[in-house]
T-cell receptor
Framework: DSGVTQTPKHLITATGQRVTLRCSPR?????VYWYQQSLDQGLQFLIQ???????AKGNILERFSAQQFPDLHSELNLSSLELGDSALYFC??????????????FGEGSRLTVL | KNEVEQSPQNLTAQEGEFITINCSYS?????LHWLQQHPGGGIVSLFM???GKKKHGRLIATINIQEKHSSLHITASHPRDSAVYIC?????????FGTGTSLTVIP
């Protein structure tokens, strides 16, 4: 058990819809990272939050947004869903002091299927 | 061009064999991570390296910053080591991932 909790584990929805994925980081970890893993593109970095503020942005689509709340949990919002958004979405957390990521602890992932 | 290249893509080994997975990258990095992903999908971080060598049990990871190359070694491989191993590098705030090496260890 990594200590990182992601919900829901599975989600099936239709094109055009909006979903919210939730991540609770390990106790004490200030950084949260979101990643997407699809069959055709592998793992991709989406976005990082550190102590409530956006720290780095990767290949995140404009239809996607994220935030980190004062209690350090994070949510990834995916809107106007397309078939190609079907993927595993992972959250990871770390202590992340300065530019040092520190070890990453991954949640079990949320599997999104868009029909 | 992918910033991170892994080899081999697929690897089958007999139980007990010594295994090496290679990772080459083209960008200057602040850290390199080796990740393990089992068939169920969960990801575990094995190592984070910025220089030198680290060892954990039967796993050894090395990095050569000048040559932009890292290796993951598994000694005395076991069927439970069967998984996908992914190399990831961090440059600034960005992560770049290799496509993974699928390892199968046969009893």
């Amino acid at each position: 058990d990594s200590g990182v909790t992601q919900t829901p584990k599975h989600l099936i929805t239709a094109t055009g819809q909006r979903v919210t994925l939730r991540c609770s980081p390990r106790s004490g970890d200030l950084s949260v990272y979101w990643y997407q893993q699809s069959l055709d593109q592998g793992l991709q970095f989406l976005i990082q939050y550190y102590n409530g503020e956006e720290r780095a942005k990767g290949n995140i689509l404009e239809r996607f947004s994220a935030q980190q709340f004062p209690d350090l949990h994070s949510e990834l919002n995916l809107s106007s869903l397309e078939l190609g958004d079907s993927a595993l979405y992972f959250c990871a957390s770390s202590v992340a002091i300065g530019s040092n990521t520190g070890e990453l602890f991954f949640g079990e992932g949320s599997r999104l299927t868009v029909l | 061009k992918n910033e991170v290249e892994q080899s081999p893509q697929n690897l089958t080994a007999q139980e007990g064999e010594f295994i090496t997975i290679n990772c080459s990258y083209s960008v200057g990095i602040s850290a390199l991570h080796w990740l393990q992903q089992h068939p169920g999908g969960g990801i575990v971080s094995l190592f984070m390296l910025s220089s030198g060598k680290k060892k954990h049990g039967r796993l050894i990871a090395t990095i050569n910053i000048q040559e932009k190359h890292s290796s993951l070694h598994i000694t005395a491989s076991h069927p439970r080591d069967s998984a996908v191993y992914i190399c990831a590098v961090k440059k600034g705030g960005q992560f770049y991932f290799g496509t993974g090496t699928s390892l199968t260890v046969i009893p």
